[in-house]
């Protein structure tokens, strides 16, 4: 009965669309009850003390652990900081508070609204008094991308302040205000009881939400705490990008080494529209705006652009910043790589502007070429689903460069309401037809499998063989088996390439999808390593686990002798060769993530090759 209820839960809170359904990103139960959690309810104490001002506006990793190693503003990361999720953010980046803790996995699986999500500052020298004119400001917006519209007698957010001396947390603001969902809404609130005026003051910002996973979501942005009132309206002398960037490709975020060498200018963006915002009330003048283009931290291209056009005040202004056209002409080298390639570009301007922030005058993120195409960013805001009765089924349109071999799917098969691990799912790839999908060239019988080692985690689901495709367009996709109810795969609602490429049906008929977004199905290719050796007792015997891996892999086999590893990557190279007894701990720190070939061996002559997927 209680997935009945969830069941319809998410069906009235999904959009419709024909016999496709959009619906809120939800995430894996069976992790969800193996996963400890601690709830603290006192407060963490700190020996170093914020200095005013305390700025984050989301754009850099302030949290425990960063990266950067920036010293932490934040105690913890129990709401999600993101590019992706929030409408119109004053600048890039935002921390999301919903009914998922910092992985995005629920608070608790039965339906229910209560304390969700918790940001809580580091301590603050606060010590002043009412004539200093202390104050807190942020910007919010509640809904944002989600799916799930939010209830104002179930959903809140929520702003407290602490009182060192009476180690006591107070209520400060909240709202239930949802009627601004795609633009963000300024608070002021001055800071002036003598009981917050002191040494060790902090603040945190709580929600009430449905507990279920990312659902009711809050966004904020810009947290500010100055004083003399400087905070007290949105007039900042900053202008600041305002949208993340995905990809310097114009068909694809991510696509296949061998795929792009072989025409690398056909597939560079000529050019890239920015967004960037002046939060003055002053005119700016945009300039010394600049691209840079990093292999393995060497800088290998750089350019700045002479456009310098004036940013009215309060205002956007869309900039297009040329790439693959004159006078840069950028076109990424594909010789810097064998079977994968990672470029780090940087996008940035040289606006003097408010020097707290000076990370939001910067976009980072990487160029991919591995074994995949992809159209997606790699987050998805919501899950996408075909409902009806019969087999339902789903494919993505693909153009492949040169002719090729897919030996598998990644897909991010994402868990919902009903445990469909291990059900039957067939695979499919499709050549192209007139008006959408044609022949069937290929499909393989598997089970649905949920990712449970980091965070969205896609699944890839192998071919037997590989299967050739020739140059061209193609269709890659599953369909559906025994479920009782739809499967559901991660939606990105950031990046737009359903239409005209992403078909469905239930029954015979084809039909063109009405959901905006990519749906998270990509096709691997490369598959000159992997034509199996036949199928035989000994390789049936043989286990890898887990798989996908981490840090470490065993071998399970039925005998208890030695056996002799040899690792291949995706390109051929052997990377390692070892023996080892069956159930020893495999070492794999030192190998990057993606696909391996596992080529096992008994004294008795017998050979076997397993795949093995390591994450990190």
């Keep these: 009965?209680?997935?009945?209820?969830?069941?319809?839960?998410?069906?009235?809170?999904?959009?419709?669309?024909?016999?496709?359904?959009?619906?809120?990103?939800t995430y894996n139960v069976e992790l969800l009850n193996s996963k400890t959690r601690s709830y603290a309810t006192g407060t963490m104490k700190s020996d170093v003390l914020i200095e005013l001002p305390f700025v984050d506006d989301f754009s850099r990793d302030y949290f425990p652990g960063n990266e950067e190693e920036y010293a932490p503003l934040w105690l913890n990361r129990n709401a999600t900081r993101n590019t992706s999720w929030a409408v119109n953010p004053p600048t890039v980046g935002v921390v999301s508070l919903d009914g998922g803790d910092e992985t995005g996995y629920p608070y608790q699986w039965a339906l229910g609204a209560g304390p969700a999500d918790t940001l809580t500052s580091c301590p603050i020298n606060l010590t002043g008094t009412e004539a200093d004119n202390i104050g807190i400001s942020f910007y919010f917006q509640p809904h944002g991308l989600a799916v799930q519209t939010l209830s104002p007698t179930t959903d809140s957010l929520i702003l407290e302040f602490y009182a060192p001396d009476l180690d006591q947390w107070f209520w400060a603001w909240s709202t239930i205000d949802l009627s601004?969902?795609?633009?963000?809404?300024?608070?002021?609130?001055?800071?002036?009881?003598?009981?917050?005026?002191?040494?060790?003051?902090?603040?945190?910002?709580?929600?009430?939400?449905?507990?279920?996973?990312?659902?009711?979501?809050?966004?904020?942005?810009?947290?500010?705490?100055?004083?003399?009132?400087?905070?007290?309206?949105?007039?900042?002398?900053?202008?600041?990008?305002?949208?993340?960037?995905?990809?310097?490709?114009q068909n694809y975020t991510v696509m296949p080494l061998t795929h792009y060498e072989t025409n690398p200018a056909t597939h560079m963006r000529q050019d890239i529209t920015l967004k960037l915002r002046n939060l003055n009330t002053v005119n700016r003048t945009l300039e010394g705006n600049k691209v840079r283009v990093l292999h393995e931290g060497v800088e290998v291209a750089s350019f700045q652009n002479t456009n310098d056009p004036q940013i009215p005040q309060l205002s956007v202004l869309d900039y297009t910043q040329p790439i693959a056209q004159a006078p840069n002409n950028l076109v990424l080298d594909p010789g810097l790589g064998t079977d994968?390639?990672?470029?780090d570009i940087e996008i940035s301007h040289a606006v003097s502007d408010f020097g707290f922030t000076t990370g939001n005058d910067t976009l980072k993120f990487q160029q991919r070429f591995e074994t995949h195409y992809a159209y997606d960013d790699g987050s998805a805001e919501a899950g996408y689903a075909v409902f009806g009765n019969g087999q339902r089924e789903a494919l993505m349109r693909y153009t492949s460069t040169i002719n090729d071999s897919i030996w598998a799917l990644q897909i991010f098969t994402m868990p919902r309401n009903y445990d469909y691990e291990?059900?039957?799912?067939?695979?499919?790839?499709?050549?192209?037809?007139?008006?959408?999908?044609?022949?069937?060239?290929?499909?393989?019988?598997?089970?649905v499998q949920y990712g449970q080692d980091f965070y969205q985690q896609s699944i890839i689901y192998t071919f037997d063989d590989p299967v050739f495709v020739p140059a061209g367009p193609f269709f890659v996709g599953y369909r559906e088996s025994n479920q009782a109810n739809s499967l559901v795969i991660g939606l990105d609602r950031n990046t737009n390439s359903n239409p005209g490429r992403l078909f469905w049906r239930v029954g015979s008929t084809w039909n063109a999808s009405s959901v905006q977004g990519s749906v998270m199905i990509r096709p691997m290719f490369g598959s000159n390593l992997l034509v199996s050796a036949p199928v035989n007792e000994f390789g049936e015997s043989l286990t890898l686990y887990p798989n996908p891996a981490t840090r470490e892999v065993s071998i399970s086999f039925r005998e208890n002798v030695l056996l002799q590893v040899r690792i291949f990557d995706l390109g051929g190279r052997l990377v390692r060769s070892e023996p080892v007894f069956p159930q020893q701990k495999?070492?794999?720190?030192?190998?990057?993530?993606?696909?391996?070939?596992?080529?096992?061996?008994?004294?008795?002559?017998?050979v076997a090759t397993k795949k093995l997927v390591v994450n990190r």
């Design 422 to 447: 291990n059900t039957p799912m067939t695979i499919r790839i499709y050549a192209a037809g007139a008006n959408g999908p044609g022949a069937l060239i290929a499909e393989k019988l598997t089970t």
């Design 1 to 25: 009965m209680k997935y009945i209820i969830i069941s319809i839960l998410i069906f009235l809170t999904a959009d419709i669309f024909a016999q496709e359904m959009v619906v809120p990103a």
């Design 180 to 249: 601004n969902s795609q633009n963000f809404t300024f608070v002021y609130i001055p800071i002036t009881s003598s009981n917050f005026l002191m040494e060790g003051f902090q603040f945190r910002f709580r929600n009430i939400a449905e507990l279920q996973g990312s659902l009711d979501p809050w966004h904020i942005d810009y947290v500010w705490v100055d004083r003399n009132a400087l905070n007290s309206t949105p007039v900042v002398d900053d202008v600041a990008f305002a949208r993340s960037e995905f990809t310097l490709l």
């Design 586 to 606: 495999i070492e794999l720190s030192e190998l990057a993530k993606g696909m391996y070939l596992f080529q096992i061996s008994d004294p008795s002559g017998n």
């Design 340 to 343: 994968d390639l990672i470029y």
